[in-house]
């Protein structure tokens, strides 16, 4: 570092009488260094608030110890396939048949099989409806709104599950609850019979595919409306109504 000149004034004598003032400076110094304001530190994010995650409600609730309670509350991780029509779902699916040959185990835990691994999303009719003593709204899907059925309209079934206990789909599977009786305009159906919707609803769902080992095909469903196959779109994850 070089010393600063100290500032000062001298007094000096003029030619021809009278005096004048010499203003003396200090020289810049050569080592000073500039300071630049160094920009503010970044501000770490600031933490996102979990899901909200309410208690579920006696009548939401799927008792963790119903047959494969542990496939019907949880959600495949894979992809979820392009929009089809249902029509295109159900040629897709393996053969009744083979699927009975796999021995699928009725225990709550038993969790899904690699032919179930697929997330679909469809769009069909909403051509019935019931609630099941195990929460779930057990709902009848047809390819085409006709009510002719001798024309051949395929059926499936989706279940808007009963909610677990708690685990990472539950907000999902709550969420699809409120779409549901939200497009019914809250009027649940009920648990005595099958509330049919004449005409028939247009719906897009999706949600992860199942095949119901405890009944067969033909079985499940009222009377004309009972789906040809035991796949079932279970749990259904979004329900939207409309074309």
Not at 126 to 144: P, Q, R
Request: net charge neutral; aromatic share 6%; with cysteine.
């Amino acid at each position: 570092m070089g010393k600063a000149m100290v500032v000062g004034v001298v007094l000096l004598a003029a030619a021809g009488g009278g005096y004048y003032y010499l203003h003396r400076s200090p020289a810049p110094s050569m080592s000073a260094t500039a300071t630049v304001a160094a920009p503010p530190a970044a501000q770490p994010p600031a933490p996102s608030s979990p899901t909200p995650t309410g208690p579920v409600a006696p009548e939401e609730a799927f008792a963790p110890t119903h047959d494969r309670a542990a496939a019907k509350t949880s959600v495949s991780k894979a992809a979820m396939e392009p929009t089809v029509p249902l029509a295109t779902v159900l040629g897709s699916l393996v053969p009744d048949a083979t699927m009975h040959k796999l021995h699928i185990s009725k225990a709550s835990t038993s969790g899904r099989v690699k032919e179930e691994d697929r997330n679909v999303t469809v769009t069909a009719y909403l051509w019935a409806s019931k609630e099941e003593d195990d929460n779930d709204f057990h709902c009848i899907l047809g390819g085409t709104a006709d009510p002719v059925l001798h024309t051949g309209t395929l059926f499936m079934t989706a279940e808007v599950s009963g909610l677990p206990p708690g685990g990472a789909d539950l907000e999902v599977l709550r969420k699809a609850r409120e779409q549901f009786l939200a497009g019914l305009h809250g009027k649940a159906p009920g648990r005595k019979g099958y509330t049919r919707f004449n005409p028939p609803l247009a719906v897009t769902v999706s949600g992860s595919l199942f095949f119901d080992v405890d009944h067969p095909a033909g079985e499940v469903g009222p009377t004309g409306l009972k789906p040809r196959t035991a796949w079932e779109i279970h749990p259904v994850t979004a329900i939207t109504f409309g074309p």
